[in-house]
């Protein structure tokens, strides 16, 4: 080291004492720019009112509701085929080696594997008798938890699954419950409007109640999905499709139509989202809308046509009032003769 570095040095201020005590990391940086907290103050919306409705459909609900309805018809339908004890009528039971006091009627009596007629009139069956003239009014939502067979059953309740899970999840259970309930009502309250032989039971009417919600809310959320036109394609085709078997013999289409027109009603009204970027400022100050106003005046129309058509449908109903004498037609919605089959019974 050179004389002048030794001056240099010397001439140099000493350095700031330390106390050992090394600043936290990240407090400080070396590039210059003022010092930051650490660590960085979260960001915050200006207005504790904002809706992110991103984060909203992120948030699903728990499903618990569909999964408990789906165990409360199979433990009805045992309890049923208990009761039903088809050795006791000492017929050609199906699998009565094996199942004994659970096994099936005939195939030519229930092709579905399932107890006989008599028995699910018994434990609340459909029937237009003894709603109408029996005070029975009951059976309108009990028919809802009994099934035909076990093919009955297997195909309503994986078809439940499919559906109601994921609306369940979206909407949460008592929206969905809701609908599901008041659409097998539905579905029930037309079929006794044209139907006046034989017994009906199934969920098909609350289930087609969750489609034709389905379809409503697709169509009231209109401006917050992509690939809409596809869905709607989709669940129109098999709601047809659905529809179009139900014109097969044995079949109640009419409880499959009232449930999916009660269901399609409901929708609008309990299904409704808020549109994208509503914004609710506090004290007055200026807001996006929370619903747009179609899907304000759907939500009306909705109700008021829910509402009357539930009047009218119990008023004719306990008045005794046969649908076909108004319809001429409408009985073949529900099965359409052809040289196959006859649409007597």
């Not at 240099?8 to 700031?16: I, M, T, V």
């Not at 650490?38 to 618990?64: G, K, L, M, N, T």
């Not at 309890?79 to 199906?94: E, H, I, Q």
């Not at 009047?311 to 919605?333: P, T």
Request: glycine residues 10%.
């Amino acid at each position: 080291m050179s004389n002048a570095d030794v001056e240099a040095a010397r001439a140099a201020p000493p350095p700031p004492a330390t106390t050992g005590i090394k600043p936290p990391p990240g407090r400080y940086n070396t590039s210059g720019a003022p010092p930051y907290p650490y660590p960085p103050p979260p960001q915050q919306h200006p207005s504790p009112f904002y809706y992110d409705h991103a984060a909203a459909q992120e948030r699903h609900h728990r499903s618990w509701l569909v999964p408990t309805v789906v165990v409360a018809n199979v433990a009805m339908f045992i309890v049923v085929m208990l009761y039903n004890n088809c050795p006791s009528t000492g017929g050609d039971c199906v699998g009565r080696k094996y199942l004994r006091r659970f096994s099936f009627q005939p195939l030519k009596e229930n092709p579905l594997l399932g107890p006989s007629a008599a028995t699910l009139q018994k434990y609340g069956g459909l029937d237009w008798q003894k709603v109408v003239h029996g005070n029975q009014a009951w059976r309108l939502e009990s028919a809802t938890w009994l099934h035909a067979g076990l093919i009955h059953l297997l195909a309503n309740m994986i078809s439940l699954i499919f559906i109601g899970v994921r609306l369940e999840q979206q909407f949460g259970f008592w929206k969905v419950g809701l609908v599901y309930l008041v659409s097998g009502l539905g579905g029930s309250v037309l079929s006794l409007l044209f139907i006046r032989k034989g017994v009906s039971v199934g969920a098909s009417g609350a289930l087609f109640g969750l489609l034709g919600a389905m379809l409503s809310e697709l169509i009231t959320n209109w401006t917050i999905y992509t690939n809409r036109f596809a869905a709607m394609v989709n669940l129109i085709i098999i709601a047809a499709i659905n529809l179009a078997i139900g014109i097969l013999p044995h079949v109640d289409n009419f409880a499959h139509i009232g449930g999916f027109a009660t269901g399609f009603l409901l929708g609008f009204v309990l299904l409704i989202q808020p549109q994208f970027g509503w914004l609710e400022q506090p004290f007055g100050g200026k807001s996006k809308s929370k619903y747009k106003a179609y899907q304000i005046i759907l939500l009306i129309v909705a109700l008021v046509l829910a509402v009357a058509g539930f009047a009218v449908g119990f008023i004719m109903l306990f008045k005794g009032e046969n649908g076909n004498d108004h319809c001429s037609w409408c009985h073949y919605l529900t099965c359409v003769p052809t040289s196959s089959w006859k649409c007597d019974n």
